[in-house]
T-cell receptor, first 113, second 110 residues
Framework: IAGITQAPTSQILAAGRRMTLRCTQD?????MYWYRQDLGLGLRLIHY???????GKGEVPDGYSVSRANTDDFPLTLASAVPSQTSVYFCASSMGQGRNEQFFGPGTRLTVL | KQEVTQIPAALSVPEGENLVLNCSFT??????LQWFRQDPGKGLTSLLL?????REQTSGRLNASLDKSSGRSTLYIAASQPGDSATYLCAVKDDYKLSFGAGTTVTVRA
């Protein structure tokens, strides 16, 4: 059982390019999340999904989009990357909202030049 | 807006000493509080989850307390080891997201 996998592990991207970060979980969790982690700012929620077919905006959603076509996958897309999107991106999941524990993937380190 | 603060930002102790990490939050309307460990360049590993109705939670050498009314949690790590060196993050859960503190970076000296 892998838990949560993310791809790629790291990526260097030219500004203006489109990029999709992949996230897959095998725990049959209903809720999934995308966070970014920046030095001095901590972890901040970008988007979330309570269940397949639904998504919601977090604290810092601008410049990002997500989709949730099925339970297992929750891709994060940067339509036109900018240098301020240089960060480490973490995908997470939980059984549901409310009282459930969140589990995190290994992260994707993205550099936008 | 929920604000989560962790003090101290960094801590260095000799092996065998007990560790005390503090976390405070401004809005007591939370579902739960999670403590995580993060090693350099790695993801977050969940250590303990305390529901809002609980006062404490234990796992091995780790014990976490929660005082929701005063907006405080403390993580105790007994008999620290060099392998405990990492950054420890606390996070509180509201309706749909975790709000994180900046973390306490712990170094345990052999």
């Amino acid at each position: 059982i892998a838990g949560i996998t993310q791809a790629p592990t790291s990526q260097i991207l030219a500004a203006g390019r489109r990029m999709t970060l992949r996230c897959t979980q095998d725990m049959r969790h209903n809720a999934m999340y995308w966070y970014r982690q920046d030095l001095g700012l901590g972890l901040r929620l970008i988007h979330y999904s309570n269940t397949a077919g639904t998504t919601g905006k977090g604290e810092v959603p601008d410049g990002y989009s997500v989709s949730r076509a099925n339970t297992d996958d929750f891709p994060l897309t940067l339509a036109s990357a900018v240098p301020s999107q240089t960060s480490v991106y973490f995908c997470a999941s939980s059984m549901g909202q409310g009282r459930n524990e969140q589990f995190f993937g290994p992260g994707t380190r993205l550099t936008v030049l | 807006k929920q604000e989560v603060t962790q003090i101290p930002a960094a801590l260095s102790v000799p092996e065998g000493e007990n560790l005390v990490l503090n976390c405070s939050f401004t809005d007591s309307a939370i579902y739960n509080l999670q403590w995580f460990r993060q090693d350099p360049g790695k993801g977050l590993t969940s250590l303990l989850l305390i529901q809002s109705s609980q006062r404490e939670q234990t796992s091995g050498r780790l014990n976490a307390s929660l005082d929701k009314s005063s907006g405080r949690s403390t993580l105790y790590i007994a008999a620290s080891q060099p392998g405990d060196s990492a950054t420890y993050l606390c996070a509180v859960k509201d309706d749909y997201k975790l709000s994180f503190g900046a973390g306490t970076t712990v170094t345990v000296r052999a």
